[in-house]
Nanobody
Framework: QLQLVESGGGLVQPGGSLRLSCAAS????????IVWFRQAPGKEREGVSC????????IYADSVKGRFTISRDNAKNTVYLQMHSLKPEDTAVYYC?????????????????????WGKGTLVTVSS
């Protein structure tokens, strides 16, 4: 059983930065592509970014492209989401989720079906 725990959320001013972490325990992340999602109050969940198990492939939603960077450290069993130039519309609960793939795969896709495990989320609030 893989457990995912997000951290790093908080209150930040517009234009600021935050780095979210998705720490895994129970199993190695080597066999999982990771997807970050977010859900703002009253809105549907939105896929933000994904990273392959190899770390070589990443995909970003248009809404965050150029501002967010996803990365992973398999030795630490952790995936990160570095967020810059934050906007009020980035306010949401951010979740990470894991999809089973081959170790060393260069595949990932932003989709919310097929996820084997989900974290409980961390709140990001962008406000002055």
């Amino acid at each position: 059983q893989l457990q995912l725990v997000e951290s790093g959320g908080g209150l930040v001013q517009p234009g600021g930065s935050l780095r979210l972490s998705c720490a895994a325990s129970g199993l190695t992340l080597d066999y999982y592509a990771i997807v970050w999602f977010r859900q703002a109050p009253g809105k549907e969940r939105e896929g933000v970014s994904c990273i392959s198990s190899s770390g070589e492939s990443t995909i970003y939603a248009d809404s965050v492209k150029g501002r967010f960077t996803i990365s992973r450290d398999n030795a630490k069993n952790t995936v990160y989401l570095q967020m810059h130039s934050l906007k009020p519309e980035d306010t949401a609960v951010y979740y990470c989720a894991a999809e089973i793939v081959l170790r060393g795969s260069n595949w990932c896709k932003i989709r919310d079906y097929g996820m084997a495990y989900w974290g409980k989320g961390t709140l990001v609030t962008v406000s002055s």
